[in-house]
C-alpha cells in the first residue's frame, strides 16, 4: 500500500535555532510533495509545493529563506525550519500525491511536531 | 479562488447518536473533495474522497459523505457514534489537476458517553 512517513514526529528546539524534517513516500512515487502547517487551534495551511524538477512554489507568507525544502526524488523530501520563533511552533504535514489512471490521491504523513522554546 | 467552510466548530453529541458535520465549499471547476480525521496530537487519517459517479460515498469506521452540485456541499455523516469518534474533522477540496490542497476550519465532535 502506499504510505507516508515523518521523521521526526516531535522535536524541541530553541528559538533562533533551525530544525529538519524529512518525509518519504513508500510503495509509490510521489509526483508531487506538499508542506503544510498546522498552527495551534488552527487548520492546514499550504507552505509550499514542490514537483521534481520544478521550481517550488511558495505560499504567501512562507519563503525559500525561511521554509527550505529539498526534493531529490520521486520518493522523498525535506524542508527546514529556519530560525525558528515561537509563531513557527505546530505540526508540519507532508502530503505526497500518486497520480494512477486518470485519478490522482494525496497521501498525507502523521506530521513533525514542532516545540519551540 | 477555492474556499472550504465548516459551520460547526463544535458539536456535540451521545454515544449511539448519529451526526452530520457540514461542509460547503467553494470552486470553479472539477474537484475532489475528502474528509479527514485528527485526533488529538495526532495527525491526519483518511475517511473519504469523492471524484464522481454515486454522491454518496462510503468511508473508513462507518462514515459515508454525500455530494451535492446544487447546495456545493460535502456533508459527513454516521449513523451511530462511538466515543473513539471524538476527534477533530477537516473537510478538504482540491482542483482535479491541481496540487493544493485547501483544507476547512474543521469541527471538533465530543461524543460523550
Known amino acids: 500500500g502506499a504510505l507516508v512517513y515523518q521523521y521526526p514526529r516531535r522535536t524541541i528546539c530553541k528559538s533562533g535555532t533551525s530544525m529538519r524534517m524529512e518525509c518519504q513516500a513508500v510503495?509509490?512515487?510521489?509526483?508531487?510533495v506538499a508542506w503544510y502547517r498546522q498552527s495551534p487551534q488552527k487548520t492546514f495551511e499550504l507552505i509550499a509545493l514542490s514537483t521534481v524538477n520544478s521550481a517550488i512554489k511558495y505560499e504567501q507568507n512562507f519563503t525559500q529563506e525561511k521554509f527550505p525544502i529539498s526534493h531529490p526524488n520521486l520518493s522523498f523530501s525535506s524542508m527546514t525550519v529556519l530560525n525558528a520563533y515561537l509563531e513557527d511552533r505546530g505540526l508540519y504535514l507532508c502530503?505526497?500525491?500518486?497520480?494512477?489512471?486518470?485519478?490522482?490521491?494525496?497521501?498525507f504523513g502523521p506530521g513533525t511536531r514542532l516545540l519551540v522554546l | 479562488t477555492q474556499t472550504v467552510s465548516q459551520s460547526d466548530a463544535h458539536v456535540t453529541v451521545f454515544e449511539g447518536d448519529s451526526v452530520e458535520l457540514r461542509c460547503n465549499y467553494s470552486y470553479g471547476g472539477s474537484i475532489y473533495l475528502s474528509w479527514y480525521i485528527q485526533h488529538h496530537g495526532h495527525g491526519l487519517q483518511f475517511l473519504l474522497k469523492?471524484?464522481?459517479?454515486?454522491?454518496v460515498v462510503q468511508g473508513v469506521n462507518g462514515f459515508e459523505a454525500e455530494f451535492s452540485k446544487s447546495d456545493s456541499s460535502f456533508h459527513l455523516r454516521k449513523a451511530s457514534v462511538h466515543w473513539s469518534d471524538s476527534a477533530v474533522y477537516f473537510c478538504?477540496?482540491?482542483?482535479?489537476?491541481?496540487?493544493?490542497?485547501?483544507f476547512g476550519s474543521g469541527t471538533r465532535l465530543l461524543v460523550s458517553p
Open positions: 510503495g509509490f512515487q510521489a509526483t508531487s
Open positions: 469523492y471524484y464522481s459517479g454515486n454522491p
Open positions: 502530503g505526497a500525491r500518486r497520480d494512477w489512471g486518470n485519478q490522482d490521491t494525496q497521501y
Open positions: 478538504a477540496v482540491r482542483g482535479t489537476g491541481g496540487y493544493k490542497v485547501v
